[in-house]
């Protein structure tokens, strides 16, 4: 078996250490300025989609509704038989929101904390709120918790999503645990998609809180670059599981069409929908309709979308290869990292030797690679190893990614070389 970084002597590792600080210094010396802090489009993604800013010929609805006046609170209803269509979901389910799903789910949790749901008390007359956080996890997801107030407990994942024996043992046993963020495919970070059994297991557990909500933030639905992928229907799930109020599901097409104006959605239970839309109708008479028309006039149906998302995928996976390859040619023999091998989504996980994240983006910022922040993967950005890097490769063009991380890579070796020389 090949030497690993950990089984080199004092001596190969201070070899090692200036044959690396030389490489480092070299990429130091060009001075690089290249983004990868977050899961943005590059133009050329944006580029493919133009056609939605020019497809608006007449501003008439299938029905004849005038789609540039008040009205239709839970959207289009061509609009929520796409997304049925699409994501497998009842139309009557779906309420229609405005371009960001990440706005739905603020305001779902800020419902909750002001009026509770179904007859359950508000949130906020509560002593103590708790939500599970699968970690490593979105970190908006966890920025809105945190902005509520609302406690944090990390859950590990496993290949199959959220490590069900902890989650199921934790809301058995505490009634102010009150609910789960999920992105059940394709998972931020990691890629991991939500096994059948995982999906069943979620919707009939019993939780100690009779109003515990699960978060489906289905953010990377239709984002498959090395072959698709089913999710098991979470509806479905809860229904059988005796818990049809569980579930509530969000989906948006920003990173279909565009991030700033994206057509986002929710769908509950119908107990549930009836109680949102009452509320929703106080704050909002309507979102925009005209941008559901234009995005409706190019993406128009299940099979057109596939297509569409099929042409983003060729754009991506390019990208993605470059990612992968790099990181098994520079880092697999040598025990410096372990990392995920998505089959779609937006990231690509990595976990350097604990206790070197930080160190590793510190060396990378300086030398001009601009990535996520150590531990914004976790609760509080505090990862407790210190070892989880989110590798946001969607932004930058082909060539400037490649050089990223060819420098990741070094940096990513170096701050291992340097840890375990006790530099830090």
């Known amino acids: 078996m090949a030497k690993?970084?950990?089984?080199?002597?004092?001596?190969?590792?201070?070899?090692?250490?200036?044959?690396?600080?030389?490489?480092?210094?070299?990429?130091?010396?060009?001075?690089?300025?290249?983004?990868?802090?977050?899961?943005?489009?590059?133009?050329?993604?944006?580029?493919?989609?133009?056609a939605v800013l020019d497809v608006l010929d007449d501003p008439f609805a299938a029905d004849g509704t005038?789609?540039?006046?008040y009205g239709i609170l839970?959207?289009?209803?061509?609009?929520?038989?796409?997304?049925?269509?699409?994501?497998g979901l009842d139309p009557e389910r779906i309420i229609v929101g405005g371009n960001s799903s990440l706005t739905l789910m603020y305001d779902s949790i800020a419902r909750l904390m002001m009026f509770g749901s179904c007859g359950f008390p508000a949130w906020r007359t509560l002593p103590q709120l708790k939500f599970l956080c699968p970690s490593p996890g979105y970190?908006?997801?966890?920025?809105?918790?945190?902005?509520?107030?609302?406690?944090?407990?990390?859950?590990?994942?496993?290949?199959?999503?959220?490590?069900?024996?902890?989650?199921?043992e934790l809301v058995a046993g505490d009634?102010?645990?009150?609910?789960?963020?999920?992105?059940?495919?394709?998972?931020?970070?990691?890629?991991?998609?939500?096994?059948?059994?995982?999906?069943?297991?979620?919707?009939r557990m019993k939780t100690a809180a009779p109003d515990f909500k699960i978060f489906w933030d289905n953010a990377y639905g239709v984002h498959h670059i090395y072959g698709e992928v089913q999710l098991a229907d979470i509806f479905s799930a809860c229904d059988s599981g005796g818990?049809?109020?569980?579930?509530?599901?969000?989906?948006?097409?920003?990173?279909?069409?565009?991030?700033?104006?994206?057509?986002?959605?929710?769908?509950?239970?119908?107990?549930?929908?009836?109680?949102?839309?009452?509320?929703?109708?106080?704050?909002?008479?309507?979102?925009?309709?005209?941008?559901?028309?234009?995005?409706?006039?190019?993406l128009k149906d299940a099979p057109t979308l596939k297509k569409h998302m099929a042409e983003l995928a060729d754009v991506l996976r390019p990208k993605f290869d470059i990612v992968l390859q790099l990181l098994d040619r520079e880092l697999k023999d040598g025990g410096?990292?372990?990392?995920?091998?998505?089959?779609?989504?937006?990231?690509?996980s990595l976990d350097t030797l604990d206790g070197c994240a930080k160190k590793t983006l510190e060396l990378a910022g300086k030398a001009g690679v601009t990535m996520t922040g150590a531990g914004a993967t976790f609760p509080?950005?505090?990862?407790?190893?210190?070892?989880?890097?989110?590798?946001?490769?969607?932004?930058?063009?082909?060539?400037?990614?490649?050089?990223?991380?060819?420098?990741?890579?070094?940096?990513?070796?170096?701050?291992?070389?340097?840890?375990?020389?006790?530099?830090?």
């Open 4 to 50: 690993t970084v950990k089984d080199l002597s004092q001596v190969e590792l201070e070899a090692l250490k200036i044959e690396l600080e030389a490489m480092y210094s070299e990429f130091a010396s060009r001075n690089l300025s290249l983004n990868m802090a977050r899961g943005k489009p590059s133009g050329e993604l944006l580029d493919h989609n133009m």
């Open 66 to 69: 005038d789609a540039r006046n």
């Open 74 to 87: 839970e959207g289009l209803p061509e609009m929520r038989r796409f997304f049925g269509e699409v994501l």
């Open 139 to 168: 970190d908006r997801h966890f920025a809105i918790t945190q902005e509520f107030g609302i406690d944090m407990i990390p859950v590990p994942m496993t290949e199959n999503g959220p490590d069900m024996d902890v989650v199921e």
């Open 175 to 203: 009634e102010s645990i009150k609910g789960i963020w999920c992105v059940p495919l394709y998972s931020n970070p990691q890629g991991i998609c939500y096994s059948d059994e995982t999906v069943a297991r979620l919707g």
């Open 243 to 298: 818990n049809p109020d569980r579930a509530y599901y969000f989906f948006s097409t920003s990173k279909i069409t565009f991030p700033g104006a994206g057509v986002a959605m929710m769908a509950a239970s119908f107990a549930e929908r009836k109680e949102i839309l009452k509320r929703m109708g106080i704050q909002t008479i309507g979102s925009d309709k005209l941008n559901q028309l234009r995005t409706l006039r190019v």
């Open 336 to 348: 410096f990292a372990t990392w995920n091998t998505p089959r779609g989504g937006y990231f690509v």
């Open 380 to 424: 509080y950005k505090k990862d407790p190893r210190d070892r989880n890097i989110r590798i946001a490769p969607t932004y930058p063009a082909d060539a400037e990614l490649r050089t990223a991380m060819e420098l990741f890579c070094v940096c990513v070796k170096l701050a291992a070389v340097k840890k375990l020389l006790g530099e830090f």
